[in-house]
Every structure is written in C-alpha cells, then in structure tokens.
Nanobody, 124 residues
Framework: QVQLVESGGGLVQAGGSLRLSCAAS????????MAWFRQAPEKEREFVAR????????FYADSVKGRFTISRDNAENTGTLQMNSLKPEDTAVYYC?????????????????WGRGTQVTVSS
C-alpha cells in the first residue's frame, strides 16, 4: 500500500503561481511512477502531468505544457507540481496518483493509489 497526501492548494489570482506537494508513505515510493490529475466541477478527471520512477521522464497535458513542472524526490518520498501562469480554467481539485510504468499514462485506470485531493481556485 502507498498512502498519498496532497497539500499546497489555495486561492490565487490569474497569472499567479502555486506549488502542490504530494507526500507518500507506505511501500517504496520510488517503485511507482507518479502523476497529477485534476477534476473540475461536473467534469471528468483529467490528466495533468506524469513523472517516471527515476524522475528522468515527464509527460504533460497540452493545456499545461510550458506552465507546469512535475518533479519528485525519492529520498524524501515526495512529489511536486509547480504551477505558473495560472488561468481560471486551471481551477479544479488536484489529485496525486501513483502506479506502475505504462504507456497509457493519461488513463486514471492505470493508477493504483490516489490521494484525496487539494483544491486550486484561480480567480480572474
């Protein structure tokens, strides 16, 4: 089992920045790829970013590419999502997830472990 806890959400004006953290406990965090997803009201959960077990490979949704940066520290069992140039359409609950290496990294079904989420609200 891996337990994931997100933090760092909040209210920010458009153009601002937030840094989300994901603290992992339980089984070896470095054994899993890590990703961030988000879910806005009345919308499906959508892929945001993913980082490989080693941290060497990353993937981003087109909507956040160039603005968001995913990273991880396996020694500290933490992952982060640095979000810059935030837009009102980034408003959502952000979830941290962990799972095995997969080519379908954008698919929620590929992830075994999920946090409870942290709210990000971007005002215009």
């Amino acid at each position: 089992q891996v337990q994931l806890v997100e933090s760092g959400g909040g209210l920010v004006q458009a153009g601002g920045s937030l840094r989300l953290s994901c603290a992992a406990s339980g089984r070896t965090f470095s054994s899993y790829a890590m990703a961030w997803f988000r879910q806005a009201p009345e919308k499906e959960r959508e892929f945001v970013a993913r980082i490989s077990r080693s941290g060497r490979t990353t993937f981003y949704a087109d909507s956040v590419k160039g603005r968001f940066t995913i990273s991880r520290d396996n020694a500290e069992n933490t992952g982060t999502l640095q979000m810059n140039s935030l837009k009102p359409e980034d408003t959502a609950v952000y979830y941290c997830a962990a799972g095995p290496t997969t080519i379908q990294y954008y698919n929620t079904n590929e992830y075994n472990y999920w946090g409870r989420g942290t709210q990000v609200t971007v005002s215009s």
